[in-house]
């Protein structure tokens, strides 16, 4: 496969999963709001601490095995051997299924003990015995989810993930609101949008992708060499999980339910930054599987600093407009009783940010087979999250689980970006990176005084952004921001899309 192809795959999968993402987030976004202005603080806070027990769960059902998959199966598409493909699917469903249910026993049994006698909260029982009925589901419609990403079918992924399960838990969540219900009428909208994605997910996988009924090709099973891989990155993304959601639980356990609730709109808000790396780091990842198994060593360096830069030039813009306008943002969109969190989001979108700019670091180290390298790296991370949520939270409260999870962010994230920055040869275009900035800062200045003109207003917040974001892209082209690549892109779009954008190329190459 030539760079130029590679470069065209990835733009057309990451369009695809970027705008699919991108649905994804919106619809989280409008049901946070919905829900958490419906609920309060409190009931919301207690949704989401049953949200952090059911996420934890879920890693224990799944134990790494979908990620595997992706990697498994993009090798064997490459080596064009679809006897191996189907043993992989195969296996995974044959030890996800047992396993999610076994979770699902086991945090339906102990929901008394976690809601009492951790969380000193009995109302929450309830909730964990909705939560943990959507385990198998969650586990089943994970993993077809990874197998469409695998075959490169993003349009499926993204029905189910950007279309069934949203879609159906807001239309749920609604006709609920109407007729009054309460929040655990709420968390049953979330257990149905599970079950109807699991639905579509077996039919597309049988009739669109890959049939493992009808199809007579004998699965060749690998087991062994799937769980090895994946076990390993089980570790890491349990620690990871942790790392996402300790700050929640430890809230939970020390402090009131309404600081849990006000922490957990300022933290998804911010995660939404995370959906420009998703978009390409998903696509990279099986690219540069592929790119792997070819020894293509260079391409993957290639790709990796394309992604990292458009990362960087997409995210910077969230960044600072968070920044500016965080206490505006959390009361205009979820309500005065949420705006003490503005110091948190501030805290947490800095975090964040350099969470993401990095790039793909942790899909390239799976790539070099470096799962057990992340393991420990993921290991230091999350213990210096718990001893710093233990230290911080009962001092500062929720700024001090927000403080708490930047710094384990910045000794993970910063080690493993070390580690892939020798590995692949990276070098970073320092002046293009300069000019992003520039280009991001100038424009503060000039709406710094409107903020002034009518504080929380809904319409001054749109057009501060409108007027920030128009100013950042005529100073990136004025700055001459854009390389050769960025104009390659440009022109596979137009082939694509069948259209002439002459006049942005021309902008460009200014």
Same mark, same amino acid.
């Given at each position: ?45 207690? *949704?989401?601490? /049953? ?10 059902? #799944? ?67 909705? +939560?943990?009925?959507?385990?198998? +589901? ?66 597309? *996988? ?8 009808? #199809? ?27 790392? /996402? ?26 995660? #939404? ?13 099986? *690219? ?16 990796? @600093? ?28 979820? /309500? ?11 805290? *947490? ?88 900035? /520039? ?21 001054? %917040? ?23 690549? @960025? ?5 596979? %779009? ?17």
């Amino acid at each position: 496969m030539s760079e130029e192809n590679s470069l065209q795959q990835l733009i057309k999968g990451a369009g695809l999963f970027f705008l699919g993402t991108l649905f994804i987030y919106l619809m989280k976004f409008i049901y946070r709001i919905i829900v958490s202005r419906y609920l309060g603080p409190s009931d919301y806070g207690l *949704l989401s601490l /049953g949200e952090g027990v059911f996420n934890i769960a879920i890693l224990l059902a #799944t134990l790494g095995i979908s990620s595997g998959v992706i990697k498994f199966i993009s090798h064997y598409l490459a080596k064009n051997k679809p006897e191996k493909i189907k043993g992989v699917i195969i296996a995974s469903l044959k030890f996800i299924l047992p396993t999610s249910i076994v979770i699902s026993a086991l945090m339906i049994i102990f929901s008394n003990y976690i809601a009492i006698g951790i969380f000193n909260k009995e109302e929450l029982a309830p909730l964990l015995v909705i +939560f943990a009925l959507a385990v198998p +589901f969650f586990g089943y419609s994970n993993l077809l989810t990874n197998i469409f990403i695998a075959f490169k079918k993003i349009h499926y992924r993204n029905q189910l993930n950007a279309f069934i399960r949203p879609v159906s838990s807001i239309l749920i969540v609604i006709l609920i609101i109407i007729l009054k219900g309460n929040v655990y009428l709420i968390a049953i909208a979330f257990l149905v949008s599970y079950v109807l994605s699991a639905a579509w997910g077996f039919y597309l *996988l049988e009739t669109k992708t890959f049939s493992i009924i009808r #199809t007579k090709i004998k699965a060749v099973f690998e087991l062994k060499k799937l769980v090895s891989f994946s076990l390993p990155l089980f570790f890491s993304g349990l620690f990871v999980s942790i790392m /996402g959601w300790i700050d929640t639980l430890f809230l939970g356990a020390l402090r009131t339910s309404e600081e849990v609730g006000v922490y957990n709109v300022a933290l998804p808000f911010v995660n #939404t930054l995370t959906i420009v790396l998703a978009s390409f780091g998903s696509i990279f990842f099986p *690219l540069a599987s592929e790119s792997y198994a070819r020894k293509e060593y260079k391409k993957i360096a290639q790709m990796y @600093d394309s992604i990292a830069r458009w990362i960087f030039l997409l995210s910077l813009p969230m960044l600072f407009i968070v920044l500016f306008f965080s206490k505006e943002i959390l009361g205009i969109i979820f /309500g005065p009783a949420y705006e003490s969190g503005f110091l948190v989001l501030q805290v *947490l979108m800095v975090a964040y940010f350099l969470k993401i700019v990095i790039g793909p670091a942790t899909e390239t180290m799976m790539v070099f087979h470096k799962t057990k390298t992340l393991f420990y790296i993921n290991s230091v991370a999350v213990i210096s999250n718990i001893l710093l949520n233990f230290l911080f939270i009962p001092r500062w409260g929720i700024v001090g689980a927000a403080v708490a999870t930047t710094i384990s962010i910045l000794i993970k994230e910063g080690t493993i970006f070390i580690i892939i920055w020798k590995r692949i040869n990276l070098v970073i275009r320092w002046k293009e990176y300069l000019k992003y900035i /520039g280009s991001g800062l100038i424009p503060l200045i000039m709406i710094y005084f409107l903020r002034f003109i009518r504080p929380e207003s809904s319409w001054l %917040l749109l057009t501060s952004i409108v007027i920030y974001l128009i100013l950042y892209l005529v100073l990136l082209i004025s700055f001459s921001s854009f390389t050769e690549d @960025d104009v390659k892109i440009i022109e596979m %779009l137009e082939k694509r899309l069948t259209i002439n954008l002459w006049w942005l190329r021309k902008l460009m190459i200014k």
